[in-house]
């Protein structure tokens, strides 16, 4: 069973303070997506990494792929409440997009 | 608005009742996935069709069915509905699989009194 896990859960900080979300797992994904997801809308995709070591960029947001494309992490830069959300990394292997449990970011002004 | 169409967005329902919850995909998506999200289980996948076949099955309910029109339009039905069944239902499109993500739509609000 392929199973991913999001650290941490939940995260409260500071404006213009930076931060890291991770994601891990023990099975190798053939792409890594991250989603953002404010309440009462559903998941938006932000970027899909595939190679070991990618590394991409939206704006302050920094998304890497662990080389063995097990894990991925999110880097927020100088976060901003605009960034406060739900934070979902999905893997897609084996033909199914199994889904993180999430990490529920707070930044306050 | 990310072309994924979901109605209705909110429904009040009694518990032992049934309930159709409607999903247009994305033009040109031919697959079509179903996902269940309540706050204690994070999303859950529950069905996937493509091009009007079921091509996969998750944590799907037996008194749970859904389908795909040949308009490529899903619906997912919910019978007997208990307590435990109220959560937040999306609906995701892609053009075939996963690979490089789903478009998610805003969601059906179910919640059962």
Known sequence: ?109 | DSGVTQTPKHLITATGQRVTLRCSPRSGDLSVYWYQQSLDQGLQFLIQYYNGEERAKGNILERFSAQQFPDLHSELNLSSLELGDSALYFCASSVSGGFGGYTFGSGTRLTVV
Do not use: M
């Open chain 1, 1 to 109: 069973t392929q199973l991913l896990e999001q650290s941490p859960q939940f995260l409260s900080i500071q404006e213009g303070e930076n931060l890291t979300v991770y994601c891990n797992s023990s099975s190798v994904f053939s792409s890594l997506q991250w989603y953002r997801q404010e309440p009462g809308e559903g998941p938006v995709l932000l970027v899909t990494v595939v190679t070991g070591g990618e590394v991409k960029k939206l704006k302050r947001l920094t998304f890497q792929f662990g080389d063995a494309r097990k894990d991925s992490s999110l880097h927020i830069t100088a976060a901003q409440p605009g960034d406060t959300g739900l934070y979902l990394c999905a893997g897609w292997g084996a033909q199914k997009l199994v889904f993180g449990q999430g990490t529920r970011l707070t930044i306050n002004p």
